[in-house]
């Protein structure tokens, strides 16, 4: 299935942009392709292998995109957005990219991600109804748009589908910068889609609810899912470079000073005496009461499915005693994700660690579509 519809002219991509939600068909490509998590400060690279029955790390790599160059997921400055594309393949290790194809993330705080319910009818018409169901539920007109559905179940005589709608311009914009560093675009997809394969282990109950946070440098994404279905996702503006200010705003110091406390401290001790945790006390508990609204809303909308039974952290800003923290503020099961969850490494151990590999999380989630992509035929 389709990830986005493009226009019949795009000759580029209009072939290869699915979304396989479900993992419903396991082929083995024959062609090599990589996983590129585009985000607003680094461009993220990794390449699997796999044996038959084990899983390898052929490559990854980590580069910066100079600031500005992109903002809240939309590209600014082309040149440089490509030229730190070309970068991160050029260094990255063990062993060289072996492919042009590529599997790149779109920007979850431009894409809308929702589950519809429309009445029962044949697949030849939900496509047009859709189109309605999408023009009402996004700010945007249906002819400015991407987007792209799947049927997920039926419930009471109703079906649901999972939509996804993105501007077209800034998949345009990803294109020409992928394009431009000498790529050939095999798909493209929601960070929220790749987080669910990455993190959530595919032997976990059909409808367990689970709330993904991902932590990152300029914003937080939300995402809900019911077994490895994203169900809804939000974004909000907590982010590392946030903590970091409120520090630095706090105590009276510079940038580097309070990178430096957040980094060796995390959130402190939760007490009255300690100076980091009470300079980002409120920033805190502004991410603790965002997610209390985002399990309710979710409660509210769709109240025959199961409560949020787990929150997984992941992102490269996860900070020092965060878990804890929402633990016990929250009063909910949480823990770290771990994006290898679904891979088989026979034993070994991978050779990014699990600890580093969390701000990997989509990247690796890209990387493993060619193990579960639908079959086009």
């Known amino acids: 299935m389709y990830l986005i519809r493009l226009p019949a002219g ?12 479900l993992k419903k068909n396991i082929i083995n490509f024959e062609e090599a392709c990589f ?6 400060l680094f461009v993220k690279i990794v390449e699997l292998e796999s044996n038959g029955s084990q899983d390898f790390v052929r490559a990854y790599s980590i580069a910066a995109i100079p600031e500005g160059s992109i903002e809240d997921g939309r590209i600014i400055d082309k040149q440089k957005v490509t030229q730190a594309i070309k970068t ?89 910068v992928l394009e431009g560093a000498g790529l050939e675009v095999y798909g493209l997809e929601a960070e929220s889609v790749v987080a669910t394969r990455s993190l959530i282990n595919n032997s976990d109950e059909k409808g367990k609810v689970s709330l993904v946070v991902d932590l990152g440098s ?72 965002e997610i209390e609204k985002t399990i309710d809303f979710y409660q509210n909308i769709n109240s025959q499915s199961g409560k949020v039974e787990e929150i997984i952290i ?41 600890e580093k590999a969390l701000q990997f999380t989509n990247a690796i989630g890209l990387a493993m579509r060619k193990k579960d992509y639908e079959n086009r035929n």
Do not use: H
């Not at 982010?239 to 940038?255: E, P, Q, Y």
């Open 10 to 21: 795009r000759q580029v991509i209009r072939r290869d942009y699915r979304m396989n939600v």
């Open 35 to 40: 996983g590129i998590d585009l985000g607003d």
């Open 88 to 176: 991160a393949i050029s260094v990255a290790e063990p062993k060289k990219i072996n492919t042009k194809k590529v599997i790149c993330s779109l920007p979850e705080s431009k894409v809308f991600l929702r589950v519809l319910s429309i009445p029962k009818m044949e697949k030849a018409e939900i496509g047009e109804a859709i189109k309605w169901e999408i023009e009402a539920s996004i700010p945007l007109s249906v002819d400015q748009v991407y987007y792209d559905w799947q049927l997920i179940g039926e419930v009471e005589g109703k079906q649901n589908i999972l939509t996804v709608a993105i501007s077209r311009e800034i998949v345009d914009d990803i294109l020409e």
């Open 218 to 289: 300029k914003r937080t994404n939300f995402i809900v899912t019911e077994g490895n279905i994203p169900f809804f996702t939000s974004s909000i503006p907590f982010s590392s470079d946030g903590v970091t200010d409120a520090i630095a705003k706090t105590l009276g110091v510079g940038n580097e000073e309070a990178q430096k406390l957040k980094i060796s401290q995390g959130v402190g001790s939760c007490d009255n005496d300690d100076s980091v945790f009470n300079s980002m006390r409120s920033y805190l508990e502004g991410l603790s009461v």
């Open 314 to 354: 992941c992102g490269g800003a996860n900070l020092k005693g965060l878990v804890p923290y929402l633990a016990k503020r929250l009063g909910q099961k949480i823990y770290i994700g771990d994006p290898w969850t679904n891979l088989n490494f026979g034993g070994r151990l991978p050779i990014i660690s699990k």
